[in-house]
């Protein structure tokens, strides 16, 4: 492997420490997802009726391969593993605009990351990084939800997630999960139940990132950088074996459409510029798919999935479990 390639592969090794972005994973061409990607699948489309209602999320991922922009394995990653826990309220009012009921939520997250490597990374040559932190806040403050055709379709229209940085990255620790840029995130779900045993839901987002400034693409190297926009969505389709039981099967898709975009990239020496502006260029994608189960007691519903995930490029690749936890006041 000649020396630019040592140096783009070293700085490759980086762009994990943003898989872990809120709720989840990911901020760099490689891996720059702010949404934990597949967080949502039965019926997302079909907002709680007027009120309070608390969601909670338990979350697991575990990857031990970083795909390049072949979908071959990069050989840098031996083992990342994420746990979250994330509260989320919705507050639905019966206030209506557009035929639509209007409303707000709210996220706060706790993640866990845990990263090793098949080799030495970092200013201090390590292996294995740990952290565990709150990197941001999600707020939307203006949500619409329809509920149509007697039932049989439900719509939510979300104007913007907006995901707000507590500027607590550490360059230094590769599993950091602190962010220091905001993401702005339109959504639009949508639930189709043509009879009471099928259900066909999915979750479309589009991600707008700001600058971030004095990102590390590889030590000793800082400058700034505006991830590129990304698309993604959450899908599922389920079947009732009665009222209160479904089986189903969910997955995502998520891909990096716009370049990152790194500012001052002139005033790096010769051969960092040409490493730097590869990685510009490096788009992830990702697919996944997996069943899950949702059940119904009295007004509590708990959904348990889990999504094996394949064709990543610049991505990790790996599987989830989600545990999701939903009670209307």
Same mark, same amino acid.
């Given at each position: 492997?000649?020396?630019?390639?040592?140096?783009?592969?070293?700085?490759?090794?980086?762009?994990?420490?943003?898989?872990?972005?809120?709720?989840?994973?990911?901020?760099?061409?490689?891996?720059?997802?702010?949404?934990?990607?597949?967080?949502?699948?039965?019926?997302?489309?079909?907002?709680?009726?007027?009120?309070?209602?608390?969601?909670?999320?338990?979350?697991?991922?575990?990857?031990?391969?970083?795909?390049?922009?072949?979908?071959? &394995?990069?050989? %840098?990653?031996?083992?990342?593993?994420?746990?979250?826990?994330?509260?989320?309220?919705?507050?639905?009012?019966?206030?209506?605009?557009?035929?639509?009921?209007?409303?707000?939520?709210?996220?706060?997250?706790?993640?866990?990351?845990?990263?090793?490597?098949?080799?030495?990374?970092?200013?201090?040559?390590?292996? &294995?990084?740990?952290?565990?932190?709150?990197?941001?806040?999600?707020?939307?403050?203006?949500?619409?939800?329809?509920? %149509?055709?007697?039932?049989?379709?439900?719509?939510?229209?979300?104007?913007?997630?907006?995901?707000?940085?507590?500027?607590n990255e550490n360059n230094n620790n590769f599993a950091s999960l602190g962010r220091n840029y905001w993401t702005i995130e339109p959504v639009f779900a949508i639930t189709y139940m043509p009879s009471p045993a099928w259900e066909f839901s999915a979750k479309f987002m589009y991600d707008f990132n700001t600058r971030?400034?004095?990102?590390?693409?590889?030590?000793?190297?800082?400058?700034?950088?505006?991830?590129?926009?990304?698309?993604?969505?959450?899908?599922?389709?389920?079947?009732?074996?009665?009222?209160?039981?479904?089986?189903?099967?969910?997955?995502?898709?998520?891909?990096?459409?716009?370049?990152?975009?790194?500012?001052?990239? &002139?005033?790096?020496?010769?051969?960092?510029?040409?490493?730097?502006?590869?990685?510009?260029?490096?788009?992830?994608?990702?697919?996944?798919?997996?069943?899950?189960?949702?059940?119904?007691?009295?007004?509590?519903?708990?959904?348990?999935?889990?999504?094996?995930?394949?064709?990543?490029?610049?991505?990790?690749?790996?599987?989830?479990?989600?545990?999701?936890?939903?009670?209307?006041?």
């Amino acid at each position: 492997m000649n020396k630019l390639n040592k140096k783009k592969s070293f700085l490759l090794v980086t762009c994990l420490l943003f898989l872990f972005s809120i709720f989840t994973p990911n901020t760099q061409g490689a891996d720059m997802e702010a949404y934990p990607n597949g967080a949502e699948a039965f019926m997302v489309g079909a907002a709680p009726p007027p009120g309070l209602t608390y969601v909670n999320y338990m979350y697991f991922y575990s990857a031990n391969e970083f795909k390049d922009s072949s979908g071959d &394995d990069s050989k %840098l990653l031996d083992s990342l593993t994420v746990y979250a826990e994330v509260a989320r309220f919705i507050w639905i009012s019966k206030k209506q605009l557009f035929g639509a009921n209007y409303g707000q939520h709210f996220f706060f997250t706790l993640l866990d990351a845990d990263m090793k490597f098949n080799g030495p990374v970092g200013p201090k040559g390590g292996r &294995d990084y740990h952290d565990t932190d709150i990197p941001y806040f999600i707020w939307s403050p203006f949500l619409l939800t329809w509920h %149509l055709m007697d039932g049989k379709l439900h719509t939510v229209l979300d104007i913007a997630d907006i995901y707000i940085p507590l500027y607590n990255e550490n360059n230094n620790n590769f599993a950091s999960l602190g962010r220091n840029y905001w993401t702005i995130e339109p959504v639009f779900a949508i639930t189709y139940m043509p009879s009471p045993a099928w259900e066909f839901s999915a979750k479309f987002m589009y991600d707008f990132n700001t600058r971030q400034e004095d990102y590390s693409p590889g030590p000793p190297i800082k400058i700034d950088r505006t991830p590129g926009q990304e698309f993604h969505m959450d899908f599922n389709c389920s079947y009732g074996l009665n009222p209160n039981l479904r089986i189903g099967l969910n997955g995502y898709y998520y891909r990096q459409v716009k370049n990152d975009d790194f500012h001052g990239i &002139d005033e790096l020496p010769a051969p960092l510029q040409t490493v730097v502006k590869g990685l510009e260029g490096e788009q992830g994608q990702v697919w996944a798919l997996g069943p899950g189960v949702w059940y119904k007691h009295g007004k509590i519903m708990a959904t348990l999935r889990s999504q094996w995930e394949f064709e990543a490029k610049n991505h990790p690749e790996g599987y989830n479990v989600w545990f999701k936890l939903i009670y209307p006041f």
